[in-house]
């Protein structure tokens, strides 16, 4: 077949990674249609279904799930004047339906809806303490740019003659929600090609995960999930400076992407490629920059909004410090005090990573070390709202791709946003008290927390990593596949030396 074609040549069974041979949960299934495939059989002749395309199918058919959960709160209706206007007139119906969104509010509170440019656009509301607060829009660059850009394209379609008409905030969402859709379609798509043909079934929870229909469009967290898979496809694909171009948009999206570059820096060293690492660092920086600088310079006070909301933002009702704080007698703490915690914790939870990617008897998947960093990062900070948990997919299945495993722990997070719509819906108006919603985070957390134990065991007994039973190395690693350590590991964990001994 032609290179480049996405037909692969029939093969027998025994050269592919077949789910129904494989997978518990699969096999399961397939006797719905006959069962597992036979020994005898030959695939890949299907020109048109390839398993990628297979793949996206999935995502378009739960990504259609998610955009109907929420279409509970784009229903317009009429007033007793004739007026149209959302349904969320009575101010709980965004909960009962558990249909919330962050993407319909904000057109209006960050002043997008009167077709203002955001981080210039400045109003006044009362903060915290009461005081009257000069706000500015609260997202990084890009994340903000992408909502302008969207309301831009809303208006234009508004003032068409010929086009369907609805709400401007009803075809905001809408417009928000289709390019949310396809970066988590690319999500899917980098990350497929991470895993590599021989495990590219492994990819259908990213693309069938329930958090998925729950959060996809939630926020815009898909936008920075596809940025961050890119980054990693491409490091794997031995192109470090592109990859850190790729981190550096996705930190101008959201900050976590360029996290990933820790992980990177001690398996670097441990190898001595530190010449891609730097490379990569290097574009991060320079590309967060690029895209960050024109605002900071033409409007610095809008700019800085992100980072002093943050700053001075309490603990979020889903981190594990209001659990506490609301299932003991705990009464919290100080924003300060916080900030501090939290900060010294995910220092700690970064040292502890280190120490794993550079103590290890075997040098660490670099997806493995990842998710192990974000997760703490999430388990420790002062904020997890529910849509972040997208962050951890396309890592959780590259690092440890167990489907009944990371199905069940998706499906946990997944039905926290029940008990979180009810605490909001507030016990006068026959909604739950906090405990019930508290602990439903806690048990997330737990789940969270399993996870990282079992990806600690397949980097501490790599025979029991399913990626590395078969032979291979790291589908991510890039310049680290199959690398020797130049620093050798014994003489961590024992205090002496012995020569390093290839990797394969």
């Known amino acids: 077949m032609p290179p480049g074609s996405g037909i692969d040549p029939a093969v027998g069974v ?32 299907q020109r048109f279904w390839t398993p990628m395309r297979v793949l996206l199918l999935f995502g378009v058919i739960f990504l259609a799930l998610g955009w109907f959960t929420k279409a509970a709160c784009i229903q317009q209706t009429r007033d007793d004047n004739g007026n149209l206007g959302l349904n969320w007139s009575d101010g709980s119906r965004q909960y009962v339906a558990m249909c919330y969104t962050d993407i319909v509010p904000l057109y209006s509170a960050e002043r997008l809806d009167q077709g203002l440019f955001p981080y210039k656009t400045s ?23 992408y909502q302008y850009v969207s309301m831009v394209i809303t208006k234009a379609w508004m ?29 899917i798509w980098a990350t497929a090609l991470v ?37 990693i496809l ?10 850190g171009v790729a981190l550096g948009v996705g930190a101008a999206l959201k900050m976590y992407p360029v996290f990933l570059l820790g992980p990177l820096l001690i398996l670097a060293w441990r190898t001595g490629n530190m010449r891609a690492w730097v490379q990569a660092f290097t574009a991060a920086l320079l590309t967060w920059a690029l895209v960050n600088l024109p605002i900071a310079v033409a409007f610095p ?38 900030n501090a915690v939290s900060l010294i914790a995910f220092v700690l939870v970064c040292a502890a990573v280190a120490v794993v990617a550079a103590t290890a008897p075997r040098r660490p998947r670099v997806a493995s070390l990842m998710f192990l960093l974000l997760a703490g990062f999430l388990l420790v900070n002062k904020v997890w709202s529910p849509q972040y948990s997208l962050w951890l997919v396309p ?36 909604g739950l008290p906090i405990q019930w919603f508290t602990t439903t985070v806690a048990i997330r957390d737990i789940a969270v ?11 501490y007994r790599p025979e029991v990593d399913p990626v590395r039973r078969d032979g291979t190395d790291d589908p991510a690693g890039g310049v680290l596949d199959g690398a020797p350590d130049v620093h050798d590991p014994s003489v961590l964990r024992r205090g002496r030396s012995r020569h390093p001994a290839p990797i394969g």
């Not at 025994?14 to 069962?35: E, F, K």
């Open 395 to 430: 890592l959780a299945v590259l690092a440890l791709p167990h489907t009944r495993i990371l199905l069940a722990w998706m499906a946990i997070d997944a039905l926290v946003w029940v008990p979180r719509m009810m605490y909001y819906l507030g016990p006068e108006n026959k």
């Open 234 to 243: 491409l490091w794997a694909r031995r192109k470090p400076a592109l990859a």
């Open 123 to 145: 109003w006044v509301e009362d903060g915290p303490d009461g005081e009257p607060q000069v706000r500015y829009m609260e997202y990084p660059v890009l994340s903000g740019l």
């Open 449 to 459: 927390l399993v996870l990282c134990g079992l990806v600690l065991r397949t980097i």
């Open 14 to 45: 025994t050269d592919r990674d077949l789910p129904s041979h494989t997978d518990p949960i699969v096999a399961d299934l397939s006797s719905t249609i006959g069962g597992p495939v036979g020994a005898h059989a030959q695939i890949g002749r």
């Open 159 to 187: 003032s068409i003659p010929w086009t369907p008409k609805a709400l401007e905030v009803v075809v905001y969402f809408n417009v928000v929600a289709l390019g949310a859709a396809f970066a988590w379609l690319v999500t």
């Open 195 to 231: 895993a590599g043909r021989r495990r590219i079934w492994d990819i259908a929870i990213v693309a069938c995960s329930p958090l998925v229909i729950v959060h996809a469009f939630t926020n815009f967290d898909t936008l920075a999930t596809a940025a961050m898979a890119i980054g």
């Open 301 to 338: 006070a809008g700019w800085r909004e992100f980072f002093r909301l943050n700053r001075e933002r309490g603990m979020d009702p889903d981190s594990i410090y209001n659990v506490v704080r609301s299932l003991t007698p705990w009464s919290g703490m100080d924003v300060p005090l916080l």
